[in-house]
């Protein structure tokens, strides 16, 4: 596994994930801080993984990104400051060392080149990056962060609220001129329930201005269609 808090010393390359604007603006312009999805390639498998933070009022706060790289097939996780302009410049920039290129090759089943010319990073990170894609529906994140929700909760619990209360409790309304915060929401995407259904909830929680409540002991019965009529309901009202 690679982790960010390792000692690393050797840089491999440093590498502008630019294909990540798009999507990097349709999430702040939906209010929808959370980006996930997969890219293959061959065997390997990357999904990539970018958690705003927000603050109590559920504004997202600007400062020092991560991004997540999940190498599904050997289940590696890379995890890097993001440097440069995001918002405005579009940059999107990472470090990479010689450890994550050797994790890297390991996720497509590459041995390590003789010669050092069968593999070169940053044409393959250059391929990752235009296939990145420029818009995401939302519940094709909730798809993608319930398939990885064991590593989600190992990795980037950072970037979860109370992320042991799994269970989902209630919903109701904030105070005015608070927003649902996002760290609270994403649990939502990692519940069983349908994604077309989380991502109507989610919606729906957004534009009432509710959210969700949760605990760590598990209910006798499965509170989402109860919460979901509910929230449908408020959300109706004229």
């Known amino acids: ?17 630019t294909g990540l604007h798009p999507a990097f ?7 929808e801080p ?11 498998k990357f999904t990539f993984l970018l958690f705003m933070k927000t603050d109590s ?6 400062g020092q990104q991560e991004l997540f790289i999940l190498l599904a097939r050997t289940q590696g996780m890379i995890r890097r400051g993001l440097y440069g302009n995001h918002r405005a410049g579009g940059d999107f920039t990472v470090y990479l060392t010689d450890e994550h290129e050797n994790a890297i090759r ?19 990170l250059a391929k990752l990056n235009g296939l990145i894609p420029t818009s995401i529906p939302l519940e094709a994140k ?11 909760k190992a990795h980037c619990a950072d970037y979860i609220d109370k992320a042991a209360r799994v269970y989902l409790l209630r919903a109701g309304p904030l ?4 927003r649902p915060r996002e760290e609270t929401l994403r649990k939502l995407y990692m519940l069983d329930a349908s994604r077309e259904d989380v991502a109507a909830l989610i ?20 509170k989402f269609a109860e919460i979901f009529a509910k929230v449908a309901g408020a959300t109706s009202k004229p």
């Open 175 to 178: 105070a005015d001129g608070k």
């Open 25 to 31: 603006l349709e999430a702040v312009q939906r209010h």
């Open 57 to 62: 009022a559920g504004k997202i706060v600007w």
């Open 142 to 152: 909730t798809a993608v962060i319930r398939e990885h929700r064991v590593a989600i």
């Open 106 to 124: 390991a996720e497509l089943g590459l041995g390590k080149s003789a010669t050092g010319n069968a593999f070169v990073l940053r044409d393959f």
């Open 1 to 17: 596994m690679v982790h960010a808090n390792q000692e690393e010393k050797t840089l491999t390359i440093e590498f502008n994930f």
């Open 34 to 44: 959370s980006i996930a999805f997969t890219l293959t390639d061959g065997i390997g």
């Open 203 to 222: 919606r729906n929680l957004k534009q009432i201005r509710w959210t969700t409540f949760w605990t760590d002991k598990q209910p006798t019965s499965d």
